[in-house]
């Protein structure tokens, strides 16, 4: 995949379009702030967040690549992180004080931080990159950006939610729902496979969707590669024919279920969960999970890689290291209601096992085609 291809893999910035490079890295990363005493409040990750750290600039140009630099046991970490600061920096932030670290994180798109890692070369000071989804990580390993992780690390999670040549792991999973309200739908209305909307005018005007997500996008480029690129655009010129309602992100989709403004909507799992939370009471909405193999319940991962090309790479192990114990991973499943990956953790009592979950049999890795699916949905008249 070519380094301005990956710029639309988060679904951010639709005026620029996904064949304009919008690169990162003249700006710099700073410290993440010591969060407040009470329990943040997480915002969707399906765009860039404005926090105080770097925000991105364009670039005119490739960087030129400099040598490797020699690694060292550094006590600064720099991390792009796709992941929202309200929803993972207290963790990062608490990671760096009992490692003695002085951790530094940049915020942004995964797709947009992806894209700023390429162009910088070997001269870019991430030592850890975080993504929200599996595609931006295989491609960043697909280019040769990532160095390969220490076997004891990779052991700790499932084969399936790590790269098979060990240059990536899942840190929390995440499952593709369709989320509906329970006052204007029954459960056994919903289709036996999410291919089924499509086409069935009982469903016009009533769900929502976002193609510009990043998840969404994840989820399409899996259609394709289970059923094929035939289905995968039937389907969505059949969603987009019933004059489903486009939002921006999973987020806007629950809070319109819960509000009966739609009555359906494809997201991940854990928003409809932060809302329940914020609210402190039930409210009128229920996830769809799909446990028959279904493309629609795709399992897909928030994941780390190390750069090759990282100045201090036994912090960055240090870190993946503490990621993936149980402190933190009981972190995932009580703070962002995630599925923890560590064997032993629990996820929230809400949701159902992991384990029983049968998702499609699909390499996450695979996902890193997303050049295929941007197009798709170019072609569609979603982009």
Same mark, same amino acid.
């Given at each position: 995949?070519?380094?301005?291809?990956?710029?639309?893999?988060?679904?951010?910035?639709?005026?620029?379009?996904?064949?304009?490079?919008?690169?990162?890295?003249?700006?710099?990363?700073?410290?993440?702030?010591?969060?407040?005493?009470?329990?943040?409040?997480?915002?969707?990750? %399906?765009?860039?967040? @404005?926090?105080?750290?770097?925000?991105?600039?364009?670039?005119?140009?490739?960087?030129? !690549?400099?040598?490797? @630099?020699?690694?060292?046991?550094?006590?600064?970490?720099?991390?792009?992180?796709?992941?929202?600061?309200?929803?993972?920096?207290?963790?990062?932030?608490?990671?760096?004080?009992?490692?003695?670290?002085? +951790?530094?994180?940049?915020?942004?798109?995964?797709?947009?931080?992806?894209?700023?890692?390429?162009?910088?070369?070997?001269?870019?000071?991430?030592?850890?990159?975080?993504?929200?989804?599996?595609?931006?990580?295989?491609?960043?390993?697909?280019?040769?950006?990532?160095?390969?992780?220490?076997?004891?690390?990779?052991?700790?999670?499932?084969?399936?939610?790590?790269?098979?040549?060990?240059?990536?792991?899942?840190?929390?999973?995440? !499952?593709?729902?369709?989320?509906?309200?329970?006052?204007?739908?029954?459960?056994?209305?919903?289709?036996?496979?999410? +291919?089924?909307? #499509?086409?069935?005018?009982?469903?016009?005007?009533?769900?929502?969707?976002?193609?510009?997500?990043?998840?969404?996008?994840?989820?399409?480029?899996?259609?394709?590669?289970?059923?094929?690129?035939?289905?995968?655009? #039937?389907?969505?010129?059949?969603?987009?024919?019933?004059?489903?309602? !486009?939002?921006?992100?999973?987020?806007?989709? !629950?809070?319109?279920?819960?509000?009966?403004?739609?009555?359906?909507?494809?997201?991940?799992?854990?928003?409809?969960?932060?809302?329940?939370?914020? #609210?402190?009471? @039930?409210?009128?909405?229920?996830?769809?999970?799909?446990?028959?193999?279904?493309?629609?319940?795709?399992?897909?991962?928030?994941?780390?890689?190390?750069?090759?090309?990282?100045?201090?790479?036994?912090?960055?192990?240090?870190?993946?290291?503490?990621?993936?114990?149980?402190?933190?991973?009981?972190?995932?499943?009580?703070?962002?209601?995630?599925?923890?990956?560590?064997?032993?953790?629990?996820?929230?009592?809400?949701? @159902?096992?992991?384990?029983?979950?049968?998702?499609?049999?699909?390499?996450? %890795?695979?996902?890193?085609?997303?050049?295929?699916?941007?197009?798709?949905?170019?072609?569609?008249?979603?982009?």
């Amino acid at each position: 995949m070519r380094r301005r291809e990956l710029l639309r893999l988060g679904g951010f910035g639709l005026a620029a379009g996904w064949s304009f490079l919008l690169g990162c890295s003249n700006a710099s990363p700073t410290p993440t702030p010591v969060p407040p005493a009470s329990t943040p409040t997480p915002r969707s990750e %399906s765009t860039a967040t @404005p926090v105080a750290s770097a925000t991105a600039t364009p670039t005119t140009g490739r960087a030129a !690549v400099s040598p490797t @630099p020699v690694r060292s046991s550094s006590g600064t970490l720099t991390i792009y992180s796709g992941r929202s600061q309200s929803l993972i920096g207290p963790l990062l932030d608490r990671v760096g004080q009992e490692l003695g670290l002085d +951790v530094r994180v940049r915020y942004g798109d995964t797709a947009e931080l992806a894209t700023a890692i390429l162009e910088e070369g070997n001269r870019s000071p991430a030592d850890l990159f975080f993504g929200q989804d599996a595609g931006a990580l295989g491609a960043l390993a697909k280019e040769g950006r990532l160095a390969p992780l220490p076997e004891e690390l990779l052991q700790r999670v499932p084969l399936r939610f790590r790269s098979a040549q060990g240059l990536w792991v899942g840190i929390s999973g995440r !499952v593709r729902t369709v989320v509906y309200n329970t006052e204007r739908v029954r459960a056994a209305e919903i289709p036996a496979s999410i +291919v089924d909307f #499509a086409g069935d005018e009982r469903w016009r005007g009533r769900l929502g969707w976002a193609p510009t997500n990043g998840s969404f996008q994840a989820f399409v480029t899996a259609l394709r590669r289970l059923r094929g690129e035939d289905v995968a655009r #039937a389907w969505l010129e059949g969603i987009k024919a019933l004059d489903a309602r !486009v939002f921006p992100n999973n987020a806007s989709i !629950v809070q319109a279920v819960i509000k009966g403004e739609i009555d359906a909507g494809f997201v991940n799992h854990y928003y409809l969960m932060r809302e329940r939370a914020q #609210a402190g009471r @039930p409210l009128p909405a229920e996830n769809h999970f799909y446990t028959n193999g279904d493309p629609g319940g795709l399992v897909n991962v928030a994941g780390v890689g190390i750069l090759a090309s990282s100045r201090a790479s036994d912090a960055a192990q240090r870190f993946v290291e503490y990621l993936l114990s149980e402190s933190a991973q009981r972190y995932f499943a009580e703070q962002t209601f995630e599925y923890p990956l560590l064997e032993g953790v629990p996820a929230h009592p809400d949701l @159902p096992p992991l384990a029983s979950l049968n998702p499609p049999a699909l390499d996450l %890795s695979d996902l890193d085609d997303l050049r295929g699916t941007l197009a798709l949905l170019q072609e569609v008249g979603l982009l």
